[in-house]
């Protein structure tokens, strides 16, 4: 019944800017928690950032103060914004969500995943 579609992904150069975005249906932000997660070649998936159905947000340290989650309960949407983004912030970008529980960077927290979104960014 969850499904989760994501838009906004590009190419920026370093500096820059994106907003992704993540329709999600079949979903109660009061009792599910969302995150963002990216994997570039190579590597493996790491979690980015997450918010829970109380509001609060989690960032992996390498992007806190430069993203920003949040959520749009009309829209049932929720966000990404990507502000000074630098090279090794390219990956495909994923959206997940699960019921709130375990720990948020941990992709055994999430039940459902969008089909990911890739954002480049150039030097």
């Known amino acids: 019944q969850v499904q989760l579609v994501e838009s906004g992904g590009g190419s920026v150069q370093a500096g820059g800017s994106l907003r992704l975005s993540c329709a999600a249906s079949g979903v109660t932000f009061s009792t599910y928690i969302m995150g963002w997660f990216r994997q570039a070649p190579g590597k493996e998936r790491e979690g980015v950032a997450a918010i829970d159905g109380d509001g609060t947000t989690s960032y992996a340290d390498s992007v806190k103060g430069r993203f920003t989650i949040s959520q749009d309960n009309v829209k049932n949407t929720v966000y990404l914004q990507m502000n000074s983004l630098k090279p090794e912030d390219t990956a495909v970008y994923y959206c997940?969500?699960?019921?709130?529980?375990?720990?948020?960077?941990?992709?055994?927290?999430?039940?459902?995943w969008g089909q990911g979104t890739q954002g480049t960014v150039s030097s």
């Open positions: 997940a969500t699960g019921i709130m529980y375990g720990t948020w960077y941990r992709k055994e927290s999430y039940n459902s």
